[in-house]
């Protein structure tokens, strides 16, 4: 009796273990496994999912190998895949079939394509909602990824290398995690970012929610024709692949421009919003410290068509700064031409191109200079004596240190600066100028009044002061002792001053 219920309890178990590998074989078909992957996707995401191949390998264990993967816009033939994969493969077994859940997809070869905002636009289902599932795959592996975004007009398409992408915990409803390392294009870097992605939205994967924290290293501003240095910045971003929205910190401790200075030590904290479709950054608070000079900062490096094409706009606002600090970047000295306080509120534009900044930079606005000493002595010397003489002093009279404060208005265009209402003080004297000055050449041309505290003669002094006496009234003007039209001519390095006499009378 024991026999025959062993016998007929083997027999049992055999067969419902037959059927259970005819089930397995039978879930497993290419073709079954093909249906499911497309009327999943299609269901959930009302997106068009395709497989070119796929095959069922049994030994060493049961797994699947699959090429041609695509998921692509429906109605949208000519547009290439949002996601495509050249192959993967995976392992499974019955359980993973029955409860439609895989443990990890290996993949060569995704790329991810987002299209035009347009076409997204038209298409259909973009505020459907998508049903919660249980997990499907719980690791999908990949390395040596893309993500291109294509651009109306026929312009070039912004690409991101993906070196590394690893997401867990996927399925339809569901925020998957996600860690990846990219190449950003410009400027060249590399972004280590873990974060997650979705709910996915159906019909619109790319409005799907996107959030995570990143570190930029190695980041080579010259890839931005016109500036220099290494940028180092973490931070965190959320908002979708279209539109992502960061807050973070940024490092550059050799941050140059091409202008003949030398490099400087810049931070910053930011907020900016990064358009996806075209690759502009818009800087929206850029907190910035240049050594010792802070700085509001707002504005957009605009991506434009072909490789390495970016613009720069920018408004600038300084409340309490130093000119050392700015004038290092311009000028290559051992010290700083001069020291002091500055003002400043500008916009500024730098334009893509092979010319030098100095011919591409582009300045509208207004400076302040205030308790300014210049570090050569000669020139320092010479602000004093001005000082001294405009007060009626003789040289040999005390006179405490001299500060000089400038302010005025500026307009930068093709190399050559405009400065207008630009006034010049030391105590005792004034000067008001309008001119132009060249930043490659250095040329000055400049025309103004230098206005006095004391008169001609007292300025003069000594045993000429007599002779000069008589043409005192000539010069006395609105209250001042004398005012003298002036000009400024020469270059930088050897300036000719000199009084415009045709205007005196």
Request: proline share 7%; charged share 20%.
């Amino acid at each position: 009796m024991s026999t025959r219920w062993l016998k007929w309890t083997l027999g049992c178990a055999a067969a419902v273990l037959l059927g259970l590998v005819a089930t397995f074989v039978w879930l497993a078909r290419p073709s079954h496994i093909t249906a499911l992957v497309q009327s999943g996707l299609a269901e959930h995401l009302q997106l068009d999912a395709t497989l070119d191949r796929i095959e069922v390998s049994w030994l060493p264990r049961p797994s699947i190998h699959a090429q041609g993967f695509a998921l692509r816009m429906p109605n949208q033939p000519d547009l290439p895949p949002l996601i495509a994969i050249d192959e993967f493969s995976v392992d499974i077994g019955p359980l993973s079939l029955i409860r439609k859940r895989v443990d990890t997809v290996y993949a060569r070869g995704l790329h991810i394509t987002v299209p035009p905002g347009d076409v997204r636009d038209d298409l259909p289902g973009r505020d459907g909602q998508t049903g919660r599932t249980d997990i499907i795959i719980s690791h999908f592996i990949t390395e040596d990824a893309s993500l291109q975004f294509l651009r109306n007009n026929g312009r070039k398409p912004l690409t991101f290398a993906i070196h590394d992408l690893r997401a867990h915990e996927i399925g339809f409803g569901l925020a998957m995690p996600f860690d990846a390392t990219i190449t950003n294009p410009v400027p060249t870097g590399l972004v280590t970012t873990t974060g997650t992605f979705g709910p996915w939205v159906p019909g619109e994967i790319f409005a799907s929610p996107l959030e995570g924290d990143y570190t930029f290293e190695h980041a080579d501003l010259s890839t931005i024709n016109g500036i220099g240095g290494t940028l180092e910045s973490t931070g965190h971003y959320s908002g979708t692949i279209q539109r992502i929205v960061a807050q973070g910190q940024a490092q550059v401790p050799d941050f140059s421009l091409d202008l003949g200075g030398r490099p400087q030590a810049l931070t910053a904290d930011f907020d900016a919003v990064v358009t996806g479709t075209n690759g502009t950054t818009v800087l929206e608070r850029v907190d910035a410290t240049l050594v010792h000079t802070r700085m509001a900062v707002e504005g957009a490096v605009i991506n434009l068509d072909g490789p390495g094409n970016h613009a720069l706009e920018f408004a600038v606002k300084i409340e309490d700064g130093r000119i050392e600090d700015i004038l290092a970047l311009i000028i290559d000295s051992p010290q700083p031409v001069m020291t002091g306080d500055v003002v400043v509120d500008a916009r500024m534009a730098l334009p893509p191109g092979p010319a030098p900044v100095s011919r591409r930079l582009s300045v509208d606005g207004r400076f302040g200079l205030a308790e300014t000493t210049f570090t050569d002595k000669e020139v320092q010397s010479k602000m004093e004596s001005l000082s001294r003489r405009s007060q009626g002093k003789d040289e040999e009279d005390p006179i405490g240190k001299v500060l000089t404060n400038l302010r005025g208005q500026v307009r930068l265009a093709n190399g050559t600066a405009r400065l207008s209402r630009l006034t010049f003080q030391v105590p005792g004297a004034r000067v008001a100028l309008d001119g132009t000055y060249g930043l490659a050449t250095g040329a000055l041309d400049f025309r103004g009044t230098l206005r006095m505290q004391a008169t001609v003669s007292q300025a003069v002094g000594g045993f000429k002061s007599i002779f000069l006496k008589p043409f005192n009234p000539l010069f006395r003007k609105d209250g001042a002792g004398a005012v003298i039209p002036i000009k400024i001519e020469g270059t930088r390095e050897a300036p000719k001053f000199g009084v415009e006499f045709g205007k005196i009378f």
